[in-house]
């Protein structure tokens, strides 16, 4: 009996093992629906799904991920996973900013499901980490998934490392997640049933699949950049002429790959004499650089419009940057070489080699990218009635305010808006009314572009979705609730 009790524990243990060492997005979901298969646990039961794992699943090294995520589920802002029971949301776009917000979502005990147009994490570029974003990952276990997590001073992250882990995560605790499902648009409850009828749905791609049925309470646009949610007006944040170009090179971790300092964008803006240099040596004039060693060797940069035409890597000026950024406008070996030899100054010549790494298009990744206009949505989330049913609907991410990328705020700002948005949708679950909680969340939003690394909260152990927990001069009532009211958009009145 002790033997076969043995065998059952290591048995669950390598499938979990399996599932956590997984390198890419299909593996992962490949090894969760084994786990789930052999161990006979129901994904589909969204609440009772973490308990059932940790209890099918007793081997020592899975007790270290299960302490730590038994202190998050132990924040008493869940209500022991019982605040959001009745709450069905849709999450758009399983990016590292869906993701977070999906697990926070499941922590508070709704129905979530991610649907993902892709299912290859394939973007090398990487993100820096705020120091409150490396402790979050790290109490939700990422080193667990991800041993060189944040190892010694390392502050950031490939993008496909952290949604990778993430995805994880969101699995673990009950999030249902589709890949290879684009979000269409949303349907709206048909008018002649009333409350009696079904809710609130949405079209996916490939149409013929049961989510079309799901009905929502909570949708969330985590689509990136280009948000395909209506409802939202974006704001243009117009500067001056800003190109970005990212370039990844293969990290072959050689000893004198390991020995060639990183370059962090802040202390470099500052740094004249280099970029002066830069341009006498090479006629490559950049206004930044930052230098991370990761999976890649990972650069971005913002270049000088005269010098990418000096150096031919632009062939003809316009005025308007779509044009002059059109791929028949861009000298892609001119662009390669600029990368590589900024690439190669910057580092003092020390990188043994700039090879390109490959990017998921399977050309060598580099990317030239337009930063002159800058989005922001005006708003953070909206209600909508119809026929007696009503739906929360908030962006969170680049969806709802667009990075810099050589700044590196994306994900920093993203996570925090990301716990604002389950802070809204638990007081929406606990009855707060419309007016109330779109105002409430529409002050916090005030205070996101503002956001630093500096002026957060310092003490991180205490975070929560609570904003007093993250914002020290939190004001949640500064818009009041009769200046949202174009934000609640009952169908009937339109
Ligand atoms: P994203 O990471 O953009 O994720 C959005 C997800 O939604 C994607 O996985 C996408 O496939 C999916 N999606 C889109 N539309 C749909 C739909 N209709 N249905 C279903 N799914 C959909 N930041 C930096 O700081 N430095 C960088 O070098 C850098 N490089 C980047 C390179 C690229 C190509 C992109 C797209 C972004 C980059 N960023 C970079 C931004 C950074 O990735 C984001 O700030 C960060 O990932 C958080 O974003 P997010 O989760 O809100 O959105």
Redesign the pocket.
Known sequence: MGEMEDERTSQAGQLFENFVQATTCKGTLQAFSVLCRQLELNPSDHRGFYSSLKAAVTYWKAKGLWGKLDKRVSHKEYSKGKACVDTRCLI???????FRTAIELALLGAKVVV????DTFS?N????LWPYTIQDLRDLGAKKFYGKFCAGSIDHIS?RQLQLMLLKIALIVGVEVHVN???AKLLEPPEDQGTDGPGWRVEVRPADHPISDYEFDVIIG?????S?LDGFKRKEFRGKLAIAI?ANFVNRNTTAEAKVEEISGVAFIFNQKFFLELKEETGIDLENIVYYKDNTH?F?MTAKKQSLLDKGVIINDYIETERLLASDNVNQEALLSYAREAADFGTNYQLPSLDYAINHYGQPDV?MFDFTCMYASENAALVREKSGHQLLVAL????LLE?F?PM?T??AR?FLAAFDTAWMIKGWAQGKGPLDLLSERESIYRLLPQTTAENISKNFEQYTIDPATRYPNLNSTCVRPHQVRHLYINGEQD
Do not use: Q
């Open positions: 758009i776009g399983g990016g590292p900013c869906g649907i993902e147009k892709r973007r570029n990487v993100l820096h993008i499902m684009e979000f985590a689509d990136g950049r280009r395909t990212t990972y971005v990317a969170v991410g680049d969806s990075p990328w590196g994306g994900c993203g």
